[in-house]
Every structure is written in C-alpha cells, then in structure tokens.
C-alpha cells in the first residue's frame, strides 16, 4: 500500500516562504509521477506543480511559475516543494499526490496515491 505523508505548512506572512515535504513509503517511486495540488476554502483542488520521478521534468501552475519549485530527495523517496514570494492567495491546503503513469499530468483524477493534506495559510 502506498502511503504519502506530507509536513512543512503552517503560517507565514506575505512574501516568506515555506517548504513542504512529502515522504512516500510502501514501494518504490522510481517511474512515478509525482504532484503537488492545493484546496482553498469554497474552491476545487487545482493543480500547482509535477515531477517526473524518472526524467526530472517539471511543470507548474502559471499562478506559482517562478516562485515555487518542486524536486525530489534522490536518496530517498520525498519530493519537496519550496514555496517563496507566498502570496495570501496561496492559502490553501496542499496535497502531494502520486501517479504510476509516466509523463507529467495536471489533472488530479490522473493520480491514484495522495496524502492527508497539510495547511498553509499566508497573511497580509
């Protein structure tokens, strides 16, 4: 069974940044894809960014382009995603996600593994 386990939110005043893990445990992620997504209150849950585990390739939501970064911890099976220049509108809760589809993908009914979610609430 896969598990992903996310940590790294909390509050932070406008333009910190935080960083966000996510440790996966139950197989191997080496041909997984894996995701980031956020749900703010009264909204669905959106795209943010994607990693191609194998090929290292990236994509990012326009919203976050150039000031979030997502990567992954070679020696181990985490992804990360640095959060910089954070804004009260990216007050959310963000959710790793994982898929065993090769590619990158943006849609969340393109994964089958997600986490519990951790919150991250940006003020003015």
């Known amino acids: 069974q896969v598990q992903l386990v996310e940590s790294g939110g909390g509050p932070v005043q406008a333009g910190g940044s935080l960083r966000l893990s996510c440790a996966a445990s139950?197989?191997?992620?080496?041909?997984?894809?894996m995701g980031w997504f956020r749900q703010a209150p009264g909204k669905e849950r959106e795209f943010v960014a994607a990693?191609?585990?194998?090929?290292?390739?990236?994509s990012y939501a326009n919203s976050v382009k150039g000031r979030f970064t997502i990567s992954r911890d070679i020696a181990g099976n985490t992804v990360y995603l640095q959060m910089n220049s954070l804004k009260p509108e990216d007050t959310a809760v963000y959710y790793c996600?994982?898929?065993?589809?090769?590619?990158?993908?943006?849609?969340?009914?393109?994964?089958?593994?997600w986490g519990q979610g951790t919150q991250v609430t940006v003020s003015s």
């Open positions: 139950g197989r191997t992620f080496g041909r997984y894809t």
């Open positions: 996600a994982a898929t065993n589809k090769i590619g990158l993908y943006v849609q969340s009914s393109d994964y089958n593994h």
């Open positions: 990693l191609s585990w194998a090929g290292g390739s990236t």
